[in-house]
């Protein structure tokens, strides 16, 4: 009998995947991963973890807390903090899949003697028997889908990993859950980073780089409002800062441009597709099959559940870029995530 530890988070989709793998006939182990979060926030996580116990309980498979407080801090929070520091915007989301669920958590299960982790991320991972590798696919529900944020994961870690939601839709994994019983049946949904709480993102980075209210610009040059401070804002954003200027306010406003230096905000109603970029070059890339990319036009993404940009992969000496067919706004240390169809092949982090 194959052995699994299942991340069991104290939601829904975990503990479906928990069961579903048990009915599959593996050998299933629950553990529970601590994660770090600061002292002046309120994080759900004791009460996630006996929500995770009593799923174990219930499926009466053995139930293990495994701590990556240190790890967590140093490879996700410390990341993101000097990322936004910098004037980026990382993906924190993708950084704490690879450094702590099929990071640590990988190495700590294998260490343990288990063949596989699981999680209840909804993706799917595929053998193709003709080329001999695992691919990564999108879930099956277009609106649950996660593979964006798996596109780190290689063939060293889809060699150890399942991923028992991934052909479901969310309706689906609830009603599984109420038939079996399970405890967190009906349990909403978590949102955000879990050591945020209910902290506000840019309230959590206030308290951690020094910030100053500046200058909102429109696209002459003109100051129309004012910010909290030009690192906590993405190209893209529409939200979080305020709008003085008569009339400018009656109409959604995006973040077209920062300049860290002079901590400024350029906004516009329509992003001129001069404001974006067409080739980027990438930090980072990771091909999940190991390979290098297709040279065909595939589809981008570069924010989570974002447009799909056609685009190819350009290799040069000097580092690997993304190449669109018509300029993107993409702010630095944002995920650009190459698809062929269903298909994630990998990405890497967009560059200034």
């Excluded at 190495?107 to 193709?128: C, K, L, M, S």
Aim: with cysteine; aromatic share 8%; glycine share 10%.
């Amino acid at each position: 009998m194959q052995k699994v530890f299942v991340g069991l988070s104290g939601g829904v989709d975990s503990s479906v995947a928990a069961a579903l793998l048990q009915e599959e006939g593996y050998d299933v182990t629950g553990v529970f991963i601590k994660t770090w979060q600061p002292s002046y926030v309120h994080c759900t996580a004791r009460e996630d973890r006996l929500d995770a116990m009593r799923v174990a309980a219930h499926l009466r498979i053995p139930f293990l807390t495994l701590d990556l407080e240190e790890e967590y801090k140093r490879g996700v929070a410390d990341y993101m903090i000097a990322e936004y520091a910098k004037g980026r915007t990382p993906n924190p989301d993708a950084m704490c899949n690879r450094e702590i669920k099929f990071g640590a958590f990988l190495r700590f299960a294998r260490e343990q003697g288990a063949d596989y982790i699981a999680t209840g991320h909804y993706a799917e991972r595929i053998y193709n028997q003709r080329t001999s590798l695992y691919e990564l696919h999108r879930g099956a529900d277009p609106k649950k889908d996660q593979a964006y944020f798996l596109y780190t994961l290689g063939q060293a870690e889809l060699a150890h990993v399942l991923f028992p939601l991934g052909g479901m839709d969310k309706a689906r994994v609830r009603e599984k859950a109420r038939q079996l019983g399970l405890p967190t049946a009906e349990k909403k949904d978590s949102q955000g980073i879990c050591f945020l709480g209910e902290v506000d993102m840019k309230d959590f980075l206030a308290r951690h780089i020094p910030v100053e209210r500046g200058a909102v610009l429109d696209q002459e040059g003109k100051r129309i409002g004012t910010h909290g401070g030009a690192v906590l804002y993405t190209l893209g954003e529409r939200h979080g800062f305020s709008v003085e200027a008569s009339g400018s306010g009656e109409r959604p406003l995006y973040v077209v441009g920062k300049d860290i230096a002079a901590n400024t905000l350029t906004v516009a109603a329509e992003p001129a597709l001069s404001e974006g970029r067409s080739r980027i070059l990438l930090e980072d890339v990771r091909s999940v099959k190991g390979i290098p990319f297709p040279e065909e036009v595939l589809e981008a993404e570069t924010r989570y559940h974002g447009e799909r940009h056609p685009c190819r992969v350009e290799a040069r000496k000097g580092g690997v870029y993304a190449v669109f067919s018509a300029p993107v706004l993409v702010s630095p240390g944002q995920s650009v995530v190459f698809y062929a169809g269903s298909e994630c092949l990998g990405g890497g982090i967009a560059g200034n």
